[in-house]
């Protein structure tokens, strides 16, 4: 049901927030300043998502869950409790992006053949964002040729 998938969206968009705004306060390395502001950045972009999806639960009729017990058993998200290295930051945070794309594309579908345009819109914004932030990350990843 697209509801219930919104709101796995939103529990996973909450739980990948709080991993980038981890990952951005405690990554370290020689380029910190550049994984530092990376990390700001997928944090206020991807947090910036989380209210229009849970007004379009409302909009759908049904209530928007609110709680980090709720947000726990509907994400997607794996819950990052150490402080990874910076490679293995950047590999789980595109891992990441790549379940959240995977997860619109398949609400794009779901909401188009339920004549809720405005929903398959937003998904396809969405996958636009975590495909894009995935690119980045892919690009940081890449060792430099000699
Ligand atoms: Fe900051």
Same mark, same amino acid.
């Given at each position: 049901?697209?509801?219930?998938?919104?709101? *796995?969206l939103l529990?996973? +968009? =909450?739980? /990948?927030?709080?991993?980038?705004?981890?990952?951005?306060?405690?990554?370290?390395?020689s380029?910190f300043?550049?994984?530092?502001?990376?990390?700001?950045?997928?944090?206020?972009?991807?947090?910036?998502t989380i !209210?229009?999806?849970a007004?379009?639960?409302? *909009? @759908?009729?049904h209530?928007?869950?609110?709680?980090?017990? $709720?947000?726990? &058993? @509907?994400?997607? *998200?794996?819950d990052?409790?150490?402080?990874?290295?910076? &490679? #293995?930051?950047?590999?789980?945070?595109?891992? !990441?992006?790549?379940? @959240?794309?995977q @997860?619109?594309? +398949?609400?794009?579908? &779901?909401?188009?053949? &339920?004549?809720q =345009?405005?929903?398959?819109n937003?998904?396809?914004?969405?996958?636009?964002?975590?495909?894009k932030?995935?690119? /980045? *990350? $892919?690009?940081? #990843?890449k060792?430099?040729?000699?």
């Open positions: 049901m697209l509801s219930d998938n919104l709101k *796995i529990a996973s +968009t =909450q739980a /990948f927030a709080i991993k980038s705004q981890n990952f951005h306060w405690n990554v370290e390395g380029d300043p550049q994984y530092h502001e990376f990390f700001d950045t997928l944090y206020g972009d991807v947090s910036g !209210d229009r999806i007004e379009y639960i409302r *909009i @759908l009729g209530y928007t869950p609110g709680s980090l017990s $709720r947000y726990a &058993e @509907l994400s997607i *998200i794996q990052q409790t150490k402080i990874p290295r910076a &490679e #293995l930051m950047f590999a789980e945070a595109l891992h !990441d992006c790549e379940e @959240l794309s @997860l619109v594309v +398949t609400m794009f579908h &779901e909401a188009a053949n &339920e004549n =345009q405005g929903i398959s937003f998904m396809a914004e969405l996958q636009d964002l975590y495909g932030k995935a690119w /980045f *990350i $892919r690009s940081i #990843l060792k430099e040729r000699e």
